[in-house]
């Protein structure tokens, strides 16, 4: 079955730390991925996506994602972390149905950056 | 720039009532997806219409049925309203003829069910 795990719940990291938030899949293909950002009582906002080409996709706000094909990942990064970064994070992946495209999407992780 | 649209912002519907959620996609996007988020929960997704047809269909009951109109906005009707149907909805638009569609999301319209 085609999958997107996100193993944490909830990242704790220091104001002007890096973060990593990690998100792992399960598709056939080439996977199409994306990362979303949801802030409290607003919908979600897109981040970044990777589709082809370099390993490294920088995005939104600072934010970069590493597609790592033998390891299946695509974790969301940042170099240093701001307090403003403090939200919710969903990792999805494309998927193909018949001659339509789905979003599957992991459950989210809570990033909370600490002054 | 233009954004996706949902109408109304928030709702408040009674048990066993009905309710009708609106999306108005960007311009010139002719696909609209609906999902559905609980509390706590990652969005799923319910339904989505290309060119005013229905394109995929996920985890719709069968109590809820949506159309995308001429004008491509879109339309989520909800029957027989039950507690856990309180969730926040979004609907989010793309340009299918796109290599990759990206998705854009509405802010959502939050439907609590009393």
């Known amino acids: 079955a085609q999958s997107v795990a996100q193993p944490e719940d909830q990242v704790n990291v220091a104001e002007g730390n890096p973060l990593t938030v990690k998100c792992t899949y399960s598709?056939?293909?080439?996977?199409?991925l994306f990362w979303y950002v949801q802030y409290p009582n607003r919908g979600l906002q897109f981040l970044l996506k990777?589709?082809?080409?370099d390993n490294l996709v920088k995005g939104s706000y600072g934010f970069e994602a590493e597609f790592n094909k033998s390891q299946t990942s695509f974790h969301l990064k940042k170099p240093s972390a701001l307090v403003s970064d403090s939200a919710l994070y969903f990792c999805?992946?494309?998927?193909?149905?018949?001659?339509?495209?789905?979003?599957?999407w992991g459950a989210g992780t809570k990033l909370i950056i600490k002054p | 720039a233009a954004g996706v649209i949902q109408s109304p912002r928030h709702l408040i519907k009674e048990k066993r009532e009905t309710a009708t959620l609106k999306c108005y996609p960007i311009?010139?996007?002719?696909?609209v997806y609906w999902y559905q988020q609980g509390p706590g929960q990652d969005p799923q997704f319910l339904i989505s219409?290309?060119?005013?047809?229905?394109?995929d269909k996920g985890s719709i009951p069968d109590r809820f049925s949506a159309q995308q109109f001429s004008d491509y906005h879109s339309e989520l009707n909800m029957s027989s309203l039950e507690l856990g149907d309180s969730a926040l909805y979004f609907c989010?638009?793309?340009?299918?003829?796109?290599?990759?569609?990206?998705?854009?999301f509405g802010p959502g319209t939050r439907l609590t069910v009393l």
């Open positions: 598709v056939s293909g080439n996977p199409y």
């Open positions: 311009p010139r996007h002719d696909t």
């Open positions: 990777y589709i082809t080409g």
């Open positions: 999805a992946v494309r998927i193909s149905m018949d001659s339509n495209y789905q979003l599957i």
């Open positions: 219409f290309y060119e005013k047809m229905q394109s």
């Open positions: 989010a638009s793309s340009l299918q003829d796109r290599a990759y569609n990206e998705q854009f």
